[in-house]
């Protein structure tokens, strides 16, 4: 489970891991001006299986948009070279990291002179938020910073220097004895972790924050509603209070790395029973069984590697 493979596609070409390296010149370094993806291939009978690669792709190309950082490469070049990198690394299954940063030209704000350099890394990458965390649940506690205000940065976009804010919130909860911190909006609805989408099972019907409340638009969280909507669950994106954490019946993490990872305690009081619940577990045995290959693609998630 090493932060390692044998192989980086760079620019178009495969290095070696240890030969991927960059001028300490370059602008991302400095100001932040990268936009990165995250994605997650799963092993099945038939070999790895990327998860939704085509969406992923989509939002890399989507994301440095207010940038004005354009991607030289095209949605099928990048689709392939995942599948490439994934194979000339001999994964089984990995975790993949797509990275697009402004390079080495010059220095000051306005970057828009320097080249654009694209990275695909990949490596084992095991349960995000610890070992247990899928099955027992995760202890969070809501944050004191709050997300990014609307018109501030692009919370839709997974820009690099964005995550100082999902390190704020990070270290903070783990500080607190938490595994992950919920952050609210600058109003104080409830917005989104560090790296993750919530959920809440409330009366019986699933909410989500809304793409208003500063939220990324994860693709699990899209996968989650797409689930529960098939297995007959209402699901809202409405607006949520920070105190309706506290007295929800299940509440419930989506990511890539996070995958759909149960919330057991929010700032030390339980939720529901204190464990994971039954919507949580319904719901992680459909995506799994997906993401394994044991369930019928029916929204046609899975690319293969080998095919
Ligand atoms: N919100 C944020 C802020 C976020 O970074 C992620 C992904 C999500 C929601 C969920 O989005 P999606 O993966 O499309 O369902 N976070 C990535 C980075 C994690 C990291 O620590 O690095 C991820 O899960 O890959």
Request: hydrophobic share 40%.
């Amino acid at each position: 489970m090493a932060f390692r493979s044998d192989y980086i596609w760079f620019n178009g070409e495969f290095v070696p891991w240890d030969d991927a390296t960059v001028h300490v010149g370059v602008h991302a370094l400095h100001y932040g001006s990268s936009v990165f993806e995250g994605i997650r291939a799963y092993s099945t009978s038939k070999g790895p299986a990327v998860f939704r690669l085509k969406e992923h792709v989509q939002r890399f190309l989507r994301s440095p948009r207010p940038l004005q950082m354009k991607i030289p490469f095209s949605q099928e070049q990048l689709e392939q070279a995942i599948l490439d990198t994934i194979a000339k690394n001999g994964h089984d299954s990995c975790y993949i990291r797509p990275l697009a940063f402004r390079g080495m030209e010059r220095l000051g704000v306005d970057g828009r002179a320097c080249p654009v350099e694209v990275v695909i890394m990949t490596w084992e990458w095991g349960q995000y938020l610890g070992p247990e965390a899928i099955t027992e649940g995760v202890e969070a506690g809501v944050s004191s910073w709050r997300r990014m205000a609307p018109g501030t940065l692009a919370a839709n976009c997974k820009i690099g220097g964005q995550y100082v804010n999902s390190q704020f919130i990070t270290m903070e909860a783990k500080d607190r004895g938490f595994v992950e911190g919920i952050a609210l909006d600058v109003n104080g609805f409830v917005s989104e972790g560090s790296g993750e989408n919530i959920f809440l099972l409330s009366g019986g019907r699933l909410h989500t924050p809304p793409l208003c409340a500063s939220i990324l638009d994860g693709i699990t969280r899209d996968c989650v509603i797409t689930l529960a909507r098939d297995m007959g669950y209402e699901v809202v994106e409405d607006m949520i209070p920070r105190e309706r954490l506290y007295s929800a019946d299940e509440v419930f993490f989506t990511g890539t790395a996070a995958e759909i990872t149960p919330v057991r305690l929010i700032d030390g009081l339980t939720v529901g029973a204190g464990r994971r619940g039954p919507v949580t577990a319904e719901l992680q045995d459909r995506f799994f069984a997906i993401t394994k290959g044991e369930a019928p693609d029916q929204w046609g998630w899975l690319t293969y590697v080998n095919e």
